[in-house]
């Protein structure tokens, strides 16, 4: 085997390391270049969730609790309808329902109807033995009485068992209305349906309300969406689907703030530009003051990461 020596000065050296960077340089063409990240400028920071509560049921408004500026959790009450009327139809409709439901846990009709079929069945019994000892000692007609009298005894039993049902049925019809009335109370007090900030108050305690009329806005302000456009030649849509972001938002005195989020919505539809448009849903945070730096209604910058 040629040593190295031998093969530098016959000039065999040089000509092998052309022949690896000519194998090398194929190689090196077909690697894939990396994709720059799509960066969307003049997004749209818009709400993700807003609500105009109304009223559920038609009346005066006795109570109003919030104000312009109040934050509110879900199910938070922040008004009330007059409820005097349904608060005494609970009433009326909880007592009825108290007095039904005793009736039917007693048993005292069946106990009686029970002992006295005991009764008639002992005098039924005895003037027929009193008979078998001494014939025509009870005459036909009184034994036949006393044997209806069993027998009427017995449909006693089954008539009381009967009206303990129906009584446990008027019970569960009595606990239906007080139900229905805890219902339109409930319908009376006027809850926020999501966490967020009330921007507006429409009416005031005094006021009269309209079934469905509006009583305040609030919005959501802890989550916001940005709303962008990708370019449909340079990115498909599983390239942008679900893809974590980076938003940055330009605030006063040329301060800017970053976010980070995920793409929650991509159209399905280009527009005529040449866009599709893809929403991504950002927490929100506060400043030290208090106040929250994402605002619906801002211009923002987006980057879409590739992992």
Same mark, same amino acid.
């Given at each position: 085997?040629?040593?190295?020596?031998?093969?530098?000065?016959?000039?065999?050296?040089?000509?092998?390391?052309?022949?690896?960077?000519?194998?090398?340089?194929?190689?090196?063409?077909?690697?894939?270049?990396?994709?720059?990240?799509?960066?969307?400028?003049?997004?749209?920071?818009?709400?993700?969730?807003?609500?105009?509560?109304?009223? @559920?049921?038609?009346?005066?408004?006795?109570?109003?609790?919030?104000?312009?500026?109040?934050?509110?959790?879900?199910?938070?009450?922040?008004?009330?309808?007059?409820?005097?009327?349904?608060?005494?139809?609970?009433?009326?409709?909880?007592?009825?329902?108290?007095?039904?439901?005793?009736?039917?846990?007693?048993?005292?009709?069946?106990?009686?109807?029970? &002992?006295?079929?005991?009764?008639?069945?002992? /005098?039924?019994?005895?003037?027929?033995?009193?008979?078998?000892?001494?014939?025509?000692?009870?005459?036909?007609?009184?034994?036949?009485?006393?044997?209806?009298?069993?027998?009427?005894?017995?449909?006693?039993?089954?008539?009381?068992?009967? /009206?303990?049902?129906?009584?446990?049925?008027?019970?569960?019809?009595?606990?239906?209305?007080?139900?229905?009335?805890?219902?339109?109370?409930?319908?009376?007090?006027?809850?926020?349906?999501?966490? @967020?900030?009330?921007?507006?108050?429409?009416?005031?305690?005094? /006021?009269?309300?309209?079934?469905?009329?509006?009583?305040?806005?609030?919005?959501?302000?802890?989550?916001?969406?940005?709303? @962008?456009?990708?370019?449909? &030649?340079?990115?498909?849509?599983?390239?942008?689907?679900?893809?974590?972001?980076?938003?940055?938002?330009?605030?006063?005195?040329?301060?800017?703030?970053?976010?980070?989020?995920?793409?929650?919505?991509?159209?399905?539809?280009?527009?005529?530009?040449?866009?599709?448009?893809?929403?991504?849903?950002?927490?929100?945070?506060?400043?030290?003051?208090?106040?929250?730096?994402?605002?619906?209604?801002?211009?923002?910058?987006?980057?879409?990461?590739?992992?």
């Amino acid at each position: 085997m040629p040593s190295f020596r031998r093969l530098f000065r016959a000039g065999q050296i040089p000509r092998l390391i052309l022949a690896v960077l000519l194998l090398a340089a194929p190689a090196a063409a077909q690697q894939p270049t990396v994709k720059p990240e799509p960066v969307l400028e003049r997004c749209l920071v818009s709400l993700v969730e807003e609500a105009k509560v109304s009223a @559920g049921e038609a009346g005066l408004l006795v109570e109003v609790t919030v104000k312009p500026g109040d934050t509110v959790t879900a199910g938070q009450a922040i008004a009330k309808i007059d409820d005097d009327q349904p608060q005494m139809e609970k009433r009326k409709a909880q007592a009825e329902y108290e007095q039904a439901f005793a009736k039917s846990e007693s048993d005292v009709d069946i106990r009686y109807a029970v &002992a006295a079929e005991r009764v008639a069945e002992a /005098e039924s019994n005895k003037a027929r033995e009193s008979h078998t000892k001494v014939p025509g000692s009870v005459t036909e007609v009184e034994r036949e009485r006393l044997k209806l009298n069993e027998q009427k005894s017995e449909l006693q039993i089954e008539q009381a068992q009967l /009206e303990q049902s129906l009584s446990k049925l008027a019970a569960l019809s009595k606990q239906v209305e007080v139900q229905t009335a805890e219902i339109n109370i409930k319908r009376r007090l006027i809850t926020s349906p999501l966490d @967020g900030v009330v921007v507006d108050v429409l009416r005031h305690q005094g /006021e009269w309300m309209q079934l469905g009329e509006p009583l305040a806005h609030l919005v959501r302000t802890d989550r916001l969406r940005v709303e @962008g456009y990708v370019d449909a &030649a340079k990115y498909d849509p599983e390239e942008i689907r679900g893809r974590p972001v980076t938003v940055e938002v330009r605030l006063a005195n040329d301060r800017r703030e970053r976010f980070e989020g995920k793409i929650v919505f991509v159209s399905p539809l280009v527009e005529s530009g040449g866009d599709y448009r893809v929403f991504a849903e950002v927490p929100n945070r506060k400043a030290a003051s208090g106040e929250w730096l994402l605002r619906a209604g801002q211009t923002a910058s987006m980057t879409i990461h590739s992992r």
